[in-house]
């Protein structure tokens, strides 16, 4: 099977499940979870597969942007489907399902760039960048969750019924699950943080300042937050705004530097 094809019909795979949950939403009934677990199971191993392909080549691995991309989306795919098995998230389940199905499009589509390493020599780089990586799903992933709270606020405070066959968890639960999901991916970005700063030489690089700066300032955000929920009793708008903003912060700090250099720059 060539390597052009996987990412498309990961693709088809996560467009159905998409249109599987989206259509029945609100139904009585609810979605018709075998169809979607089965197109969404089918989508992340095409993608997992393709994405293999792609980072792990003969002359090292490809941690080029759309690699990085793809295994991130992959990551929370993964893990959200995961967690609809035991947890009633589906109203995140189009969201998640459509950007990988974007995603994979992308990969199929655009031309794929080069930006190798050799981790081989280097776990301790290695083992630094898979936990950067883990906290950036988790916020991520904490992030999405904080939409679903959101509207399980909202809904209740304006008194309105949910529609028949919508399942949501307990507001309780689901922002409890919420900051417990905060709170590990935080000290996992704190450690990463602490770890780039003691053992990385170049940690204070022109080309890396910007990128810790912005994961600093994310971390500090998402720490603030973390206080001011427990001692303060944040939540609502004011932990919406900085949960956003500070996953902004550390979606600009682990790819906007890529961005610039790996496709602007690259048309210049």
């Known amino acids: 099977m060539s390597f052009a094809l ?18 029945r939403l609100y139904h009585a009934d609810g979605p018709r979870f075998k169809l979607v677990f089965s197109a969404a199971t089918a989508g992340i191993v095409l993608h997992m597969l393709a994405l293999s392909q792609a980072m792990f080549t003969a002359d090292g691995q490809n941690f080029s942007l759309l690699n990085v991309s793809s295994m991130v989306c992959w990551l929370i795919t993964l ?5 609809a098995l035991r947890t009633p998230i589906t109203l995140l389940l189009p969201i998640v399902y459509g950007f990988a199905a974007l995603v994979q499009l992308a990969v199929g589509l655009l031309p794929a760039g080069a930006q190798v390493q050799h981790f081989e020599h280097d776990p301790w780089l290695l083992l630094h960048v898979v936990v950067a990586f883990i906290a950036y799903v988790m916020l991520i992933m904490a992030t999405l969750y904080s939409f ?3 509207y399980i606020s909202q809904r209740l405070k304006q008194k ?3 529609q028949p066959g ?3 968890p307990p507001l309780m639960q689901a922002e409890a699950l919420l900051f417990r999901l905060m709170l590990a991916g935080t000290v996992l970005l704190g450690l990463t943080l602490f770890s780039g700063a003691i053992f990385t030489a170049d940690w204070l690089a ?3 300042i910007h990128k810790n700066v912005l994961s600093l300032m994310a971390f500090l955000l998402f720490s603030l937050l973390l206080v001011g929920h427990a001692r303060l009793g944040w939540r609502g708008r004011v932990a919406n705004a900085l949960t956003i903003s500070a996953s902004l912060l550390l979606t600009l700090a682990y790819f906007g ?8 720059l690259e048309r210049l």
């Open 166 to 168: 919508t399942v949501f």
């Open 79 to 83: 893990s959200l489907t995961l967690t």
């Open 160 to 162: 309105t019924p949910l």
């Open 6 to 23: 996987l990412p498309m019909l990961a693709f088809l795979c996560y467009l159905t499940a998409t249109v599987a949950v989206s259509q």
């Open 148 to 150: 679903q709270v959101s």
């Open 257 to 264: 530097s890529r961005f610039v250099r790996e496709v602007l």
């Open 206 to 208: 022109k080309h890396n």
